[in-house]
């Protein structure tokens, strides 16, 4: 089985699954508990806590141990996180499934190994390899089928499912191909590339730039993911109807990945996301009209595409910035640059709403922090093109063996 197969596996477990779950379970939470709406909302912020204080470690694990025994770990914790979630008595004990063993397994198991993966074996059109690797279809098909299992059996047949689904992916994460299974010790693509210094990474404004921006995008996303369905029903949309804002989330996510993948192939990653957070300031502008699940649906759909793209995108950004050996390493710290953005953007949402019972203010404010990214994005897709501009000029000045 090719590792691009594996790797969509993986992801599609690992977050297609897992938050396309949390959205139709949360009210189910926030009423068997009897916590807040930001209480409720704080459990997924906890995954995307654990994931961007664990990524580091993930990103330097990579260049000691294989990418197969990285990924297995991430199930296997996926496993234990979800069987105590389907035995929890209280809260406390969700927000520790979430912070202390999904979280951390999420992370083990889908972006940064699965880009470190692509980044390895693919050079040309490596944002359509990423596109492919990234499409979250569990995230289309999950949602609904999370919205039948609560209503059939509650917490516990919905989490123990959960723990079945993981416990399926170990067999098929053994048959991922590292190098050496391959004949060699080194890294397709990477031969003769130095790993680069850790204050060298950090001291790159560009890295910077794309991770605060691919954060602020990141936050849009846990927010879609956790508030979406809530967000429906709370315009009078019934829970199974409400699911389906995720499914075409999902559905079009799907498309996304390669469309942006391909986009990014011919025009380069930062204008390909300038282009994606200046389409999602549109979007969830939109959505504070939208009174009606046909608009709803149709905005979700969008935004789906759009966010389907992130993560390829992100790698492709990292990959262009850097050498692919040090892809891993620069999205590990990439994505604790995020942790305000992974894990204060649910939470932050469920108070605004608490405050105002609307989630305008929370779209309004989504859409101002967008509207930065794209600017962010902007400017380095101008930069990437000044500096292309100049090397082409110096390629063509007499004496260098170019025509004048």
């Known amino acids: ?93 969700v927000a520790s499934a979430y912070a202390l063993l999904i979280g951390p397994g999420v992370c083990l198991l889908s972006v940064i190994p699965v880009s470190l993966m692509i980044s390895r074996w693919f050079d040309k059109d490596r944002g359509k390899a990423l ?64 790993f680069l210094p850790i204050r060298s990474l950090l001291a790159n404004g560009s890295f910077w730039i794309v991770s605060l921006a691919i954060g602020v995008m990141s ?8 508030h979406s369905v809530s967000m ?51 979007c969830w ?9 046909p608009m709803m649906v149709g905005l979700s759909a969008i935004i789906g595409l759009c966010l389907g793209a992130l993560v390829p995108l992100h790698g492709m950004a990292l990959s262009h910035l850097f050498r692919a050996a040090n892809v891993g390493r620069a999205m590990g710290f990439g994505y604790f640059i995020m942790v305000p953005f992974l894990f204060g953007a649910a939470p932050l949402a469920g108070f605004l709403f608490d405050r105002t019972r609307s989630y305008d203010t929370v779209l309004l404010t989504v859409s101002c922090a ?6 962010g994005f902007g400017r380095l897709a101008i930069s990437e093109r000044g500096k292309s501009t100049s090397q082409t000029l110096r390629r063509a000045v007499p004496g260098d063996g170019a025509p004048s």
């Not at 209480?39 to 997924?44: E, Q």
């Open 131 to 194: 596109g492919l690797a990234n499409m979250l279809l569990f995230l289309t098909i999950w949602p609904p089928i999370a919205a039948v299992l609560i209503l059939s059996g509650g917490r516990p047949l919905l989490f123990l499912s959960l723990a079945a689904i993981f416990a399926l992916l170990i067999p098929i994460l053994s048959l991922i191909v590292e190098p050496s299974d391959a004949g060699t010790d080194i890294e397709p693509n990477a031969a003769g590339q130095d």
């Open 370 to 375: 967008l509207a930065g990214a794209a600017l």
């Open 1 to 93: 089985m090719e590792d691009g197969v594996v790797g969509f596996l993986a992801i599609n477990c690992a977050t297609g699954v897992t938050f396309g779950t949390f959205g139709p379970a949360l009210a189910m939470i926030e009423t068997e508990f009897g916590v807040t709406r930001a209480a409720t909302s704080s459990a997924l912020g906890l995954v995307y806590l654990a994931l961007g204080l664990v990524s580091p470690l993930v990103g330097m694990a990579l260049q000691r141990f294989s990418i197969r025994s990285v990924m297995i770990a991430g199930a296997i914790l996926n496993i234990l996180g979800n069987l105590l979630l389907a035995e929890a008595n209280n809260f406390a004990l």
């Open 219 to 226: 936050g849009a996303s846990t927010i879609f993911a956790v």
């Open 232 to 282: 429906a029903t709370s315009k009078g949309i019934d829970l199974p109807s409400a699911a389906s804002l995720m499914s075409a989330f999902g559905l079009a996510a799907i498309l996304g990945a390669m469309a942006f993948g391909w986009l990014a192939d011919r025009i380069g990653p930062f204008l390909a996301l300038a282009i994606n957070a200046a389409a999602l300031v549109l």
């Open 285 to 293: 502008l939109s959505l504070t009209l939208a009174d009606g699940l």
